[in-house]
């Protein structure tokens, strides 16, 4: 069993990426970037580095810690580095798939990662293939590395931003060349990429947290639809984009994906996920004895809604953190193996006491199941489900693995029928107002589709969205 499978009712995190230019000992640098950004993929990890001349790279599947040791760092020479962390979302759980991929074209070498999904990547490929190019792996990154190497442009910017017109959907981009360091970030903005400084060097990296780290400065956020060129004289802005979009922001980076300590488009995640269980309880209070988080996501909103009730916060569910890897699971004579590994109720604060349990979301609705009936099997005389998130109707296509819409709990039963479905006394989720107020921003500049529907993609695009992103899923990316 993997920790995959134990927590298969939330979504997966997508991809983590961190880029380190000009500093000795980048790939050290990268490695602990990568080790904070974790929590973004727990799949795959990699590094390429660069010492100006020549490649080196060191990818394989697993945890960060267990991908590298200390002989792989110091294979990994040069001052420039780049690194991923990956949950596979498009491509196959493969080695092949680890990311960054490199490869020599006319104009030399380049690496390249990214977080997100080309949600046109399947149509794109198939043109490709027909025109004649080869590919060594099932990732949409590879794609963008085609149309780069197919590109007229004259120079490294000129060939990216030609290469990236095409491209529709999610994307924050890292490329390494032999000199140069490039972010990318998709036109609507949907993921999220910073910029920093560390003394003379730069840094681009998914979250602020894993700029905490290594003591960068955090410049800004990369806007959406910017090309960031950092070489030996600086760092340089361009717009490469032909097509006009509006800002996009994935709403659910503040709800779930970031590390709380991370601040997001000027937003510090731990304070919009209190700020979410302060709105929670204002809008569904219900009389109870403690408040009880699903750890750890749950935990901020979880706060908020004590506070704002006046019902006390109480650790009356107990996370193991060191849960990794196991491939012996008992029998059906251990119930909820899965959840019972990650999770255990403390049965002396819940005895007898009606209970308010928090959670980020409900995807399926079985990991929930089991939270309730462990519970109630704790003693808890109620429990009375709130959830930080808007109902999951609906799948994405910008870089989240998300079960079939036919599979979400929301998308097939009413709110009473998913309160009964999961075994609790009450159930509500945050409204779309109270989740925007908490966040501090208009929900127009924000990507909310997994709750609405409300693709930031044009209709006549959606077909093709959701055949690309299955063609990918059908060759074995879904993880159960």
């Known amino acids: 069993m993997t920790l995959g499978k134990i927590d298969d009712d939330h979504f997966h995190d997508e991809c983590g990426v961190f880029g380190v230019f000009n500093r000795k000992e980048s790939s050290n640098l990268v490695y602990l970037g990568l080790y904070a950004l974790q929590h973004r993929g727990q799949e795959s990890a990699g590094i390429v580095s ?24 110091a294979r990994l020479r040069g001052k420039h580095s780049i690194g991923h962390v990956r949950y596979s979302t498009s491509g196959e759980s493969d080695t092949r798939n680890c990311q960054p991929f490199t490869f020599e074209y006319v104009h030399g070498g380049i690496s390249m ?5 080309i949600i046109n ?30 590109s007229s442009g004259k120079t490294t910017q000129e060939r990216v931003s030609e290469a990236a017109q095409p ?33 003379d060097g730069w840094i681009l990296s998914s979250e602020t947290c894993a700029l905490d780290l290594i003591g960068a400065e955090y410049i800004r956020d990369v806007a959406p639809g910017e090309m960031v060129l950092i070489d030996n004289n600086g760092v340089q802005s361009f ?19 970031a590390r709380p300590d991370s601040t997001l488009e000027n937003i510090n995640v731990y304070q919009a996920r209190y700020n979410i269980g302060c709105e929670l309880a204002r809008e569904s209070q219900v009389d109870a004895d403690i408040v009880v988080a699903i750890p750890d996501s749950g935990t901020p909103p979880a706060i908020g809604y004590a506070n704002i009730s006046g019902i006390p916060f109480h650790q009356g569910l107990i996370r193991n953190h060191y849960v990794g890897r196991t491939f012996i699971e008992p029998k059906q004579s251990i119930r909820h193996f899965g959840v019972k590994l990650k999770l255990n109720a403390s049965r002396t604060l819940i005895k007898g006491k009606r209970i308010v349990l928090v959670d980020d979301s409900i995807v399926r609705g079985t990991t929930s199941r089991k939270i309730v009936e462990m519970v109630r099997q704790a003693g ?59 966040v501090g921003q208009s929900r127009d500049s924000h990507c909310d589709a997994c709750f609405s529907g409300n693709y930031p993609v044009p209709l006549n695009q959606r077909t093709e969205c959701k055949q690309s992103v299955l063609k ?5 990316t879904q993880h159960e």
């Open 50 to 73: 660069t010492d100006g001349t020549t490649f080196h790279s060191h990818r394989d599947m697993g945890l960060v810690a267990d991908v590298f040791k200390k002989r792989d760092i």
């Open 239 to 257: 717009f490469p984009f032909e097509q006009k979009a509006e800002k996009r922001f994935c709403v659910f980076e503040y709800i779930y994906f």
């Open 121 to 150: 990547a399947a149509s794109l490929r198939t043109e490709l293939e027909k025109a004649g190019s080869i590919f060594n792996s099932t990732s949409d990154t590879e794609v963008f590395m085609h149309l780069i190497a197919r």
């Open 380 to 438: 808890a005389k109620e429990v009375h489900m709130r959830i930080s998130s808007p109902p999951t109707k609906h799948s994405c296509f910008y870089g989240i693995n998300t079960p079939d819409e036919s599979e979400l709990l929301a998308n097939n039963k009413t709110l009473e029928e998913m309160c009964t479905d999961i075994g609790a006394d009450s159930l509500a989720f945050i409204s779309f107002d109270g989740l925007y107020r908490a």
């Open 113 to 117: 990662c990214h977080n997100g999904n």
């Open 167 to 199: 491209l529709r959907g999610a994307f924050s981009v890292l490329l390494l060349t032999e000199d140069k360091m490039i972010g990318l970030r998709d036109p609507n903005g949907i993921r999220p990429l910073v910029l920093a400084k560390l003394e």
């Open 472 to 476: 990918f899923y059908n060759k074995g």
